[in-house]
């Protein structure tokens, strides 16, 4: 089913000390948590006494993990797993993670979600020093750097310490050798991660669905530029002190992540219906019914409804069985089958006045569809348009797969002429300053740049970073 | 996934007069559109120049179906479809339908939903006149039967009543021959039927909602006890005037069918959303947040809502990845995991009283878990269950799949010990009374046997049917 | 791998009393000895305590089963299986066998290897009285029958009887039902079935490989016309007495029977050997190797070999891997890659003058290939052709499947223009009166009717046959 | 089907200047040419303009390539192929060939087919200096060391010289990337690799049997120690010069490669016929016929018989049908099931005194079974053993997977044990001075450590091989 929403590419998740549990086992069903960052490849590795072994493979965690191959990951002490998206012109299947390869001191296995800024610079200088890449992925590049860094430094976190120095760019990486595992987040916390505990084993994991999905208590998040050290000596923190001001990815929050997660303090439920919220304020619509398309703006649109007063409503209905082995009709039949994917429920739209709420618009093609169907086919008399963040005119340069900046309805078009061109009988947007409000209790700065064009990170660094800070040691308690 | 909810056991779809589409790609289409009706087998049989060919297999429709199956099935003039689900002791592939075979007139292919009352006696009739069964299914004991009677009358319309006189039971059934297609709704009318149009095509589904996919427009319900004959001539009407009475399955309108339907009259969304009006009516509670356990109880929450006042909110998130292939975690990780399918959504319920609106509870299970998940991980205050029917407390003898009476909770306890085994603040079931006004604008009369144990129809007949009416002809532009 | 070989169209096995073995698992083993006779389908059917369960799909026996597969057909006392082959026109999935149905009695299992003449009038004759098909095999037709004179007597054996009275062809039949196991012959007896045993169990074979392979003794083969019912009480054997001549299909002996198996008295390999001395008597050749095309020409060229005094040698080499899946190559290749499926070995056959054996030309296509490859690429001096049958003239009307007589190239060339289209140095077939000399030990007499047209069955009776005579009852040990 | 032969580990493929063909589809033709030296993974690069695509997967060819796959591989200009096998320690899919990988100078693939020596200090070396290893492959290896090499020399070609300097082992190699191939054999040529001619292609393989398979012509054997470069410009020759003496792997010649390859100037039919005649005139037997053991054996059992003048037959019938997927019967079964694999032919070796040709015997497991089955199922009165090699003592360091010193059975036991222990009548192996004249025509010498214990290559290098020569430049006419 494709989509006209940018996509994340990637979610990690790590599990140390599995003494009262499979590690597979957990980390399979935790994948399902968070499935929707990454939906073309599914992978984990596990640390069965001391050597690893993996099973990665592409299409969606059910279908990648069965019995039988569960079964062969055995029940290692200790394992990790990735969830992975990849551009159209990589191969899905090399690019698979986690990395698992070998280096000087033994095994490594590497799940890595996020962009790197300067890879050309990087590939050009080690293959000047005549290493060779086999996918040219950023993870394969952050895990060359390591075992060249490692040659020099005593252990693999100061390793990763000077490659966090080397590297630009955003991202999470948890990494596993037979006796640790290692979480780091990047510098501007651009990309999420966070900590779980499970009974007294430690979970690492993008999102903190996935610890609710195992049962895991969330502990917190892990700051930006920070490095965690698990191994059975317990968890140690280093402090790279390499940034300091942090930019969490605003579109989190607005459609990528799930709707149940926590994100750096924000629950992303309540940033949308908070946005759901400032939106009605801002922009009223004289209406008899709000309705949001399913499922990412729902709780958007029980937030406008709640703040304006008017009823809200279930007014499209999504067709669960579409999935990716969907054989497209012809075209005689597709101008006829639009509300396969959607349909409007007549009896609830007929005759009325509709807000339709949506998080985002992008290209506006599947919106034009909705509003047009919400008219004919549900009977709809006026539709609404209110959209819960401002225009995107600008693609991501940190890893989200935005469509071209001259294929961005926004960028062609002004408020008025989307509207026309989506058939709606008004539009409006969510306001700059309104989409700031919207995080409430936020930790962190955010990166809008999608919608403001201020890019905060540089591909490469002017001046060389801060030096490693002191090594925070701590027991579990101390978390 | 398992579910606690009774399932519908099959899907019927047919197609004549294909000439502006691709007949098996659109009944492919169609079949994503009553997919919740059966999801353990999917089959379309195509009429090819005349002669029938066919494909099905166990699995969901997206399973079973592939570009090279559909090319083979090629196009054209007519097609019918089916969904199936099985009883735990039937073979699976074996009662994949449509059902095609040869009889006296050639190929007959028949998709069929519903359930036989009287086989025993007419398998016995003609296992001892010497025919052999493959799957002794009540599809196969139809074909049977009306290869006998076509024996005897001149067509297989002829045929259709004679059998229809003599089987006891509720169903749909579609029958595609090479020069027509049939459509026959039982005289009672429990089992849904519709017709619609495409451009030149004439469409039968279960529910509506396959029409809506296609791009059909809704004709009208095929009447209980009509038989519909559709052929280069058009369209004809034949009433068999078996019986007066109609009993539409309530159970159709209160979970069974897709909410976007339209049955008999009633929009399913509609009288589920009724259901929750009349409910906050009869049975208020004193909370500060409505909820609906997703997906199916979503209409009639947000009916609760708007007649109670109290705010509608979206409490539950549901994992949409957890699907049939799903390895089902060890005993030490199930007890953890409970949040897997459903998740609580703190940010929303934390420190509410929140009313949790289902639409029926059968065995109760998972109702437990919700109410527990509720309070211990969304940190609700309270959980005020409301159900928007009758207790459950007979099992369905006309098709439906229902536990046994002994585990249906509402026979093991009273509505008091519900409310203290599921962990409840209080609960409340929709009257008998309420639930037979859910239905606004219904041209029939409902069973609700499930609810009051009042069994319509009996397993045999007492005396004979009705004599054969006059066949209604009528042109397409006359319907 | 196409060939222009005729193709037998099934193989049967049955086991009674597997006590000390698994049923399904030892029939399992079997067909891999009978494969041959059928490459397009496999089913095993397994009396488990009483019901019968089965599985059978399209494909090889090792692509049919599988670990979980055998595992669910567990270990029952009885099983019947079968090996299958179709015409292009029929629908493999729907043809795979055995038969598994329902009837008055029961349940009823049904392996068939045969094909029975009066299809037309016996289908018409049922479906008159209303019988549905879903198959119309003649494995459904037999089926059907039995299931309708049960009705009348009071064993399925003598309804066996019965139906073997009405039926006209040639057939070995196994049936499974919970108390016994029956095996039968056609009167002609052109199609072969032995039995054998293994410990407590008997078991009935297509041919004694499977008999070799599972461990079995050889005990004999079933009389043509004869009826073996195998049960807890013992064998019983039942003469129909229907008919009097036997022909067995010569062309078991000359290609289609592997080549360790004895049928009717005669070892096949024996045959072959035998024919290729008689022919190296009746068309001597002057030359200085004799090689043979593998895999079935092989005794036949040792023979002719051994007879003639000149050297034997192995010229050619197939390629095992080339399987149902091979993807042919684009035209450009085609041409040059003659040599894929069968090598010359130019060490062997360089500068020599040779005698190339074949079992039997049918449409000839494949010996021009090979005679062209042995000069071109071997580098023969000389290619003598020497066919150890009589010319292919008439296509068989008793199931195996020969091409139409318009592509018999014995039908559209003399021997002397079959010679120039090959490209060999000479040509020479066995005589009819060789080839009847081929089977030493025979107990039977033959069908040879594609080689001399004499079709030995009519498709209807003239008159009744025979009646009924007495069983002649036996315990194992009288076997 | 586990066999107790020692098995290759590899086979490689590579075609230049697909002009008339298609590259991909003319390589996956050829693998079925070398299908035999590898059965556990198969995988094709392609040169598609420039750019290196390809697939690879575990598997038989036929089950690794489908229509679609090749289709996605396009017809480039160029591509490599290879089949592989791997030790049980050893990941099969991560070592799937060909290596695909990026270096300093873009892309290449590389197939190899062979065995380093002095891996652990190569890998220490480079680990030292922080490269990283994905499978730890001797390919791997190659390609690490090729990319580090680039970076001083000018040229690919110039990079391989080098590196063949610092690695110890047997080896083909085909190296393919955007505007070249280069194939190259380890200075002692202990792996076969020859070169042919396809229209205005160049081709290369390890064995001629798959140029004779996709119509090519055979040019010459690569040289050990030679480098040979194809381009646009045509093919250059480079003598590395490392070497002087050969060593080609004598047991190629005795069971490994494809009877109709021709190596070093040695047909391998005419190889094992010879030996069969000399073991004929060394240890003749008193017998009546002489067999072979299927399939590898028929060649020396012909010569066996030519030269002593006993009858050759065909005595033992292999199941084809027996592949992977087969799933092992059970115990009770096991023990009667000997002759699923392997059938005596009763017909031809009852009564007789059989003389049965191996062509070796390594743990003699599967002899045993073989002469007991002669005798038993057959009815043999005498078997003799005639192996066509010596014993086989000592475990190969080259590259082919024999078993452990302690599990070959020559070293546990003297020739008349192993009589007594197989339950043969006589025994006599093959001289050594007897193999050693069994090739004929040989243009190289030969390493038969496996037999005498004679290691003629040092894991590591005493002092530095000598310097590179002159390129030796041929346009195409000129090889």
Redesign the interface.
Known sequence: MTSDKPRDKCGVLGLWNAD???AA??V??GL??I??RGQQSAGIAVNDSGKIIYHKETG????V???IV?KHLGSGKAAIGHVGYQKASESVREHAQP??????KGQ?ALSFNGCLLNTDRL?EEF????????S?SDA?II??LL?????RFHTLEESLVSVMKKIRGTYSIIIMTPNKIIAARDPYGVRPLCMGR?KNSIVFSSES?AL?????AFVRDVIPGEILVVNDDGVKSINTKINEKTYLCIFELVYLA???S?IDGC?V??SR?EAGRILARESPADADLVIGAP?SA??AA?GF??ESGI????GL?K?????R???Q??Q??R??????KL??????VENKRVVLVEDSIVRGTTTRHVVQMLKE?GGAREVHMRVCSPPVKFPCEYGIDTPDANTLIANLMTADQIKKEIGADSIAFLSMDGLLKTPVGAKCGFCAACFDGRYPIDRERDEPAGSTDTDIGARHGGL
Do not use: C, W
């Open positions: 009262a549990f499979n086992e957990t399979y069903i399902y948590g499935q929707h969606l965690v059910a279908e993990f069965n019995d569960l990395l698992v390869l070998r280096y000087k490594m590939r293959e000047e020093s005549g290493h060779i890449l086999q040219a394969e895990a060359t075992s060249r860094e490692r040659v499970l669905s609710d999905i195992i049962g895991a799930r709707t149940d926590f629950s439920y309540g219906f499922d729902i709780a029980i409804a709640r009823t809200y409503g279930d209905i067709n669960r069985y579409i999935g082995t969907f054989i009709p012809s005689s039949l101008e006829l089958s639009v509300r396969l349909n409007a429920m007549r009896s609830q086919s």
